[in-house]
């Protein structure tokens, strides 16, 4: 009985040892990586509002954050609205814009790099009050598509990583153009008339620097 007895604690003592020398398995999966961060840009570009075209350029500010690929942005625009070929009127004024952006990042390169770089798409809507110098406001809301790529710098800390980088982007503002009025025309050779395009397009080429954690 003896010889049994130690024989069934030396069996159990030896599974036990296994048991403790199996590898632990872990099923929790990693946290998605996510920051807020902060940009400053400039635009530089042109495009129409109503019969007025001319070039623009002004600023750019945006605050946000990103969770894995997505990244929301608040931004505020400030540019100028100019008509250089209408002289004798001068017809320039200054366009507010504050709007949302949602950017996708289709590629990504060097994730384990001191410095990565990103490519990505955007798309998203604001609204424009454009100010007149010789009088008057034009209120619209407008649609925002572009693309770009940027290079992020990381610093690991204690406390956690730092990104900083700078980004070059194109960007196309679609808004309703105000109602002139006016009469069907051919503006050249056609085989039939047509009242003006109703949509305004503004191209934009935008760079800049960012920063989060």
Request: aromatic residues 8%; charged residues 20%; negative net charge.
């Amino acid at each position: 009985m003896r010889r049994f007895a130690c024989s069934a604690l030396a069996v159990s003592a030896l599974t036990g040892t296994a048991r403790a020398q199996e590898p632990a398995i872990a099923y929790t999966a990693p946290p998605t990586p996510h920051r807020v961060e902060a940009r400053i840009g400039m635009l530089v570009g042109g495009g129409d509002v109503g019969d007025v075209s001319g070039p623009s350029n002004g600023v750019q500010v945006a605050v946000g954050a990103r969770y894995g690929d997505v990244t929301g942005l608040a931004e505020y625009d400030y540019v100028t609205e100019n008509d250089p070929d209408d002289a004798t009127t001068a017809r320039h004024g200054d366009m507010s814009r504050a709007g949302v952006v949602a950017r996708w990042s289709l590629f990504r390169s060097g994730n384990d790099a001191p410095v990565a770089v990103d490519y990505w798409v955007e798309a998203g809507g604001g609204y424009e009050r454009i100010t007149w110098a010789p009088g008057g406001v034009l209120d619209r809301p407008d649609l925002v598509l572009g693309f770009g790529a940027e290079l992020d710098g990381q610093v690991h800390r204690d406390t956690g990583t730092r990104h900083i980088g700078s980004w070059i982007g194109l960007r196309a503002i679609v808004a309703r153009a105000p109602d002139a009025g006016l009469p069907p025309a051919c503006g050249g050779p056609c085989t039939m008339a047509t009242p003006p395009s109703r949509d305004d397009v503004a191209f934009y080429f935008t760079w800049g620097m960012h920063w989060g954690r």
